[in-house]
């Protein structure tokens, strides 16, 4: 049965985005079973989409959103870069001493296909590209753990969506318990007591 699996999260306007962004990927595509060579493909076009869209001037509070999508009809893994930017990037042709302005050379190589749309329901834009993809089976299997064991890289459901785990810091309290903060890749920080069962899904 064709399906069409998607991940979507919003990342701030920092140059630690982009590592960010990539190790998410990477968590994502793991689970769903990519290969070496896709991942790697998918994480150098990705890395010049976000590098590209942190350059748009843009007020400093704009986030910038990231959508991964895999279609099994089509066998295609797309990849989406939403800033709020009105401007639309365009392919430069630099000197060979040049050191910038090869990103979306590298995305119009790497890609099946690539373009820019307006952005769904705001200003701005979004720069997307696909590669094929036909081997991939996004199947995300679920399992339960306690906070304290869940790592950076896991998904858990929160705010109604499945939100990847940027980062996890735990405290311990005067009374002796321990509490597990969440960063997630969109929303607030997460606060859950340590032994508090969590469903997780992504890495082994």
Do not use: C
Not at 12 to 41: E, I
Not at 142 to 167: D, E, N, P, Y
Not at 191 to 197: D, V
């Amino acid at each position: 049965m064709a399906s069409q699996v998607d991940v979507s999260f919003r990342l701030p306007r920092r140059p630690w985005s982009v590592p960010r962004a990539r190790a998410a990927l990477h968590a994502v595509l793991g689970d769903w079973g990519a290969g070496d060579d896709l991942l790697h493909t998918a994480e150098l076009v990705l890395s010049e989409l976000v590098t590209n869209a942190l350059r748009v001037r843009v007020p400093a509070d704009r986030q910038v959103g990231i959508r991964i999508a895999h279609s099994s009809a089509a066998g295609l893994l797309r990849l989406e870069v939403s800033d709020a930017g009105s401007g639309w990037p365009e392919r430069t042709y630099p000197a060979t001493e040049d050191e910038h302005g090869r990103g979306l050379q590298v995305v119009d190589t790497l890609s099946h296909r690539w373009g820019v749309s307006p952005r769904p329901g705001g200003i701005g834009k979004t720069v997307w590209s696909e590669l094929k993809a036909p081997a991939l089976t996004p199947a995300p299997h679920t399992r339960q753990l306690a906070a304290i064991a869940i790592r950076a890289g896991h998904q858990i459901r929160a705010w109604g969506t499945w939100q990847t785990i940027l980062s996890v810091a735990t405290l311990r309290h005067t009374t002796g318990t321990l509490t597990v903060t969440l960063t997630l890749a969109d929303g607030p920080p997460l606060r859950l007591p340590a032994a508090e069962p969590v469903a997780v899904r992504g890495l082994p």
